[in-house]
């Protein structure tokens, strides 16, 4: 589809929904609220032109037609965990600017790479060891991890659409994927998808997640996962290369290559440290986690590890600041005005004979798999979770259990197919696995990940008491 066709289905979407008969329970500018909000996700889906535009389109729209005020439009924008997005995005440049990420990958390579397997989890380690200062799992996947695996592969002489593919690259690039989506479970800072759930839990629901709340319930089922995850692969996939005693040479090389460790890696190394510190520790503190990673931006900053041109040209950063403060705004006003209540208490009698925790089953299980019509988790959370949210909260589940365990469910859904996450088409336009391959070993991975993250997750939040 070309771009007028796209916007022209997007429009239909809206112009369909404000027109729609509608219960009297919802009042006419909530219901209008609704259809532009609906097409604005049609719109991130369809892209008929950049999610920052279509959330622009979304907030003209909803003014222009006495939806809502100007004030309301905007309010989006001063969210808190929207301007924590942002602000650790600009911190994450910070580490790859000074080859900090690098320099711990190799590191783990050298000392455990000695075979394709001990090679998954150095590189899972590597991806653990910087997530929780990386909110976007597509920088940290794309930026860091996948050139290396790009290396060693080729280093092994497996090479991409042809018959060396399967020694040790096609394993390699699967694995290093599939861990870029499970770490995004332990740490509230690892994914922008945790923090947009976590902003519109609290514009619903009025219950703000703590960094320590989210490890709490995410640790279990993460580290299952990373534990797990490499091994399901090596045995369901596996490499044609069982050894690689030439990997930690490899890695040498490229340390030799980074030379010393340099200012600025150290100054960013303690940085990290410290905003750890800081967000762990919130609940005596005091500090919301948005001053956290500001003052890890200042601090990069003072100690020259990253200028403010680095800053001013992070794109990233800037456009999720448009579409997630767009979308946070309207989520929270369509919660004020009863439209989601109204929704969730509907399909809530219609799921009358389940209990809240099986309900939360098979509800957490439809939004895994309605990735396969999603091209990235963002747009999967905009689309569904307040709706989804609402039902289970109706049902009686508890409001920090609902919220933590739709943020476990970001994951488990992101290995399904070749487009299922803006990380995703970097590692499998690599060209190592084939499409049919992909999806059907991808398949597998969501199904075990899926039963770990709900089983897991709840047991988790029992034993640390938020369920």
């Not at 916007?7 to 919802?26: D, K, R, S, Y």
């Not at 440049?93 to 590191?107: D, Q, V």
């Not at 919220?403 to 399904?416: A, D, E, K, R």
Request: charged share 10%; net charge positive.
């Amino acid at each position: 589809m070309n771009t007028w066709t796209r916007a022209a289905l997007t429009f239909l979407v809206g112009v369909v929904i404000w027109f729609m008969p509608h219960t009297e329970a919802i009042k006419p500018e909530g219901w209008h609220l609704l259809a532009i909000f609906t097409a604005t996700i049609a719109g991130f889906i369809l892209r008929p032109w950049p999610t920052g535009i279509m959330a622009i389109w979304g907030i003209v729209v909803a003014v222009a037609t006495n939806s809502i005020s100007m004030v309301q439009a905007l309010g989006g924008y001063a969210d808190g965990n929207v301007w924590l997005i942002v602000s650790a995005v600009f911190f994450s440049r910070g580490i790859i600017n000074s080859g900090l990420g690098k320099r711990i990958a190799y590191t783990l390579i050298k000392a455990f790479g000695t075979s394709s397997l001990k090679l998954s989890y150095a590189l899972a380690c590597t991806d653990l060891i910087i997530s929780p200062a990386t909110p976007s799992n597509t920088a940290r996947g794309g930026g860091i991890i996948f050139p290396i695996v790009q290396n060693i592969s080729l280093a092994f002489g497996s090479a991409p659409h042809g018959a060396t593919s399967h020694r040790i690259g096609a394993f390699l690039m699967t694995t290093a994927h599939t861990i870029n989506t499970i770490t995004v479970t332990i740490f509230l800072t690892a994914c922008s998808g945790n923090l947009l759930i976590t902003s519109l839990g609290a514009k619903l629901f009025g219950y703000d997640i703590s960094w320590w709340e989210w490890f709490q319930a995410g640790v279990i089922p993460g580290v299952l996962c990373m534990i797990l995850m490499p091994w399901f692969i090596y045995k369901i996939y596996p490499p044609e290369i069982k050894e690689t005693p030439e990997a930690p040479v490899m890695a040498q090389k490229e340390l030799d290559r980074l030379g010393r460790i340099t200012k600025s890696e150290i100054s960013v190394a303690i940085i990290f440290i410290f905003c750890i510190l800081l967000w762990a520790t919130a609940i005596w503190t005091k500090l919301h986690p948005t001053i956290v990673a500001m003052i890890g931006v200042l601090a990069c900053v003072v100690t020259e590890s990253l200028t403010w041109d680095d800053v001013l040209g992070e794109k990233t950063a800037w456009d999720i600041l448009i579409w997630m403060g767009t979308l946070v705004g309207m989520a929270g006003l369509l919660g004020k005005m009863g439209v989601v209540a109204v929704f969730a208490n509907y399909v809530s009698q219609l799921l009358t004979g389940f209990g809240w925790f099986w309900a939360s089953f098979f509800v957490s299980g439809a939004f895994v798999y309605s990735q396969y019509f999603f091209a990235s988790g963002t747009a999967r959370i905009t689309a569904l979770f307040s709706a989804f949210a609402a039902i289970l909260v109706a049902m009686g589940a508890p409001i920090p259990f609902t919220i933590l365990l739709f943020g476990l469910m970001n994951s488990p859904g992101c290995t399904l197919t070749h487009y299922s996450s803006g990380v995703t088409p970097i590692f499998f336009g690599a060209g190592y696995v084939p499409q049919g391959t992909w999806w059907r070993v991808g398949l597998a991975i969501s199904v075990v990940s899926f039963l770990i993250h709900f089983w897991g997750g709840t047991l988790g939040m029992w034993l640390f008491g938020i369920l």
